[in-house]
């Protein structure tokens, strides 16, 4: 168990650095005894580490626990200033706000809670419950807290997928003209993000897909179209992510997602999987004990009381998606379902397009730390073949996040990650250009803001961060 951090921030189990550094100074545990020479770490296909001594002998080491000082100590992955930002969103924060609100009749803050697929496949898996069945129930949970809207992100997700489809295609046509657009790598996982502008910077920037991640996507549609549309101002309004990953946190502080004019973030705070179960711990609720009540539909993507999702991974199915759009638009051809072949490791899956014998599209979806290594050092050697990866920092990808709910003492944990991915994919999907509603607002809203201010709404920009040197960072 990894030490607590201000009682917000739990980042449990920590495995592939969720929230990856290069040159994380504790890799592994090496005793050192005297007299003995210099003796080589080699990595197994397990991903284990084995001491190689110099008579050819092998030790398998045993993994260190990493705490956040350990991290924070080598400036690799938060800094001090960023992790001041991560105190301010917790649990208690909104649990202030929802007293504020009973307590003041003047100051009242319009509370919306934004929910991932992920987050409530882990809470279904916990109580047994399906995935829809959860959603409502958790809509009960927080509206009796004092919530006003509660909204799921997988109707962002819609346009966090249209708009990487028309990016890819964009940067596939203009491959000749500008040899770094492709291949196009995917900006939803913050922990990849923050390794790339920290440890890469401007060489692997350029690559990284502009279009915001759907917690992202879901701020401007709150803040934005939502405020709009209630007579409010982003400032009255209070949002709240629910999601699968810590560093969530670490996005929805990013300056790029405040907005200056109205000195408001466009997501205010926050939660994981296991803080809502925290939650509702603390209040002696079980899930199946609430009243389910119907999902709020603004911003939701349902039909009578079952969400949709998405087909392909359960970190959003971008690949799937941008794949089928790019190979009918670019190619006329229509591939109604996806072959994988699985190269390394069940982590590193490959998709190719074959016209007339010759490979005309190749994707990738690349997860975990190490895998996440080896894409960039072929970048870096030319060497890379894919036109498209889809890049998650967490091994198994979102499901598997940081901040989801772990197993009970007598639970297998990749017993309960199979349930969680089951309970994920059992959801009817849906593709995102059938989505009407989607569609609407792309000609109600966006529309009528102008085209710069729309791609302001629904894309971002990355920065290359210096990286701070200090005598406790040590390569090995």
Not at 366 to 376: E, S
């Amino acid at each position: 168990m990894a030490a607590q951090f201000s009682g917000v921030l739990q980042l449990t189990d920590l495995d592939d650095f969720i929230t990856p550094s290069q040159e994380c100074i504790k890799p592994v545990k090496v005793e050192k005894k005297q007299g003995k020479s210099l003796a080589k770490i080699q990595i197994e296909d397990d991903d284990s580490y084995v001491q190689v001594n110099q008579d050819g002998g092998k030790q398998k080491l045993e993994k260190a626990k990493i705490t956040l000082n350990d991290c924070l100590a080598c400036s690799g992955c938060i800094t001090s200033a960023e992790s001041v930002l991560i105190t301010q969103q917790s649990h208690e924060e909104l649990f202030k706000v929802l007293n504020n609100n009973k307590a003041s009749e003047t100051e009242q803050k319009v509370v919306v809670v934004s929910v991932s697929p992920q987050s409530r496949a882990s809470l279904a898996a916990r109580y047994g419950l399906s995935g829809s069945e959860a959603g409502r129930r958790l809509t009960s949970f927080f509206k009796g807290l004092g919530v006003h809207h509660v909204f799921d992100t997988s109707f962002s997700r819609t346009f966090s997928l249209l708009e990487s489809q028309r990016e890819f295609v964009e940067r596939f046509q203009m491959k000749e003209q500008d040899k770094k657009t492709l291949p196009m790598l995917t900006s939803a996982c913050p922990g990849w993000i923050c390794y790339a502008e920290k440890t890469h910077g401007e060489f692997v920037l350029p690559y990284v897909s502009t279009t915001r991640s759907p917690q992202q996507m879901m701020g401007s549609l709150v803040k934005g179209y939502f405020a709009e549309q209630q007579g409010l101002t982003p400032q009255q309004i209070y949002h709240v992510t629910v999601m699968p990953c810590p560093d969530k946190k670490l996005e929805a502080s990013r300056s790029d997602f405040y907005l200056n004019k109205d000195e408001t973030r466009e997501v205010d705070c926050v939660l994981t999987s296991g803080e809502v179960l925290k939650m509702l711990e603390e209040k002696n609720v079980s899930l199946n004990d609430v009243q389910a009540v119907p999902i709020d539909t603004m911003f939701s993507s349902v039909t009578g009381d079952e969400f949709f999702t998405h087909a392909g991974s359960g970190s959003g199915g971008y690949l799937h998606h941008v794949f089928t759009y790019a190979a009918k638009q670019l190619f006329g051809e229509e591939v109604k379902e996806l072959s994988y072949k699985t190269l390394r490791n069940k982590d590193f899956q490959e998709v190719t397009l074959e016209k007339d014998g010759v490979v005309v599209l190749s994707f990738a979806a690349t997860y975990g730390f190490r895998n996440i290594q080896n894409l960039v050092q072929k970048l870096k050697r030319g060497k890379s073949p894919y036109h498209f990866v889809e890049v998650m920092a967490c091994p198994s990808g979102c499901l598997n996040g940081g901040g989801q709910i772990k197993a009970l003492p007598n639970e297998n944990q990749k017993e309960l990650l199979q349930k969680v991915e089951e309970l994920y994919k059992a959801e009817q999907p849906q593709a995102p250009e059938d989505d009407t509603h989607v569609a609407e607002l792309y000609q109600s809203w966006l529309h009528s803001v102008g085209k710069e201010r729309a791609r302001e709404l629904l894309h971002t920009q990355y920065h290359t961060v210096e990286k701070m040197t200090n005598g406790l960072a040590m390569k090995w």
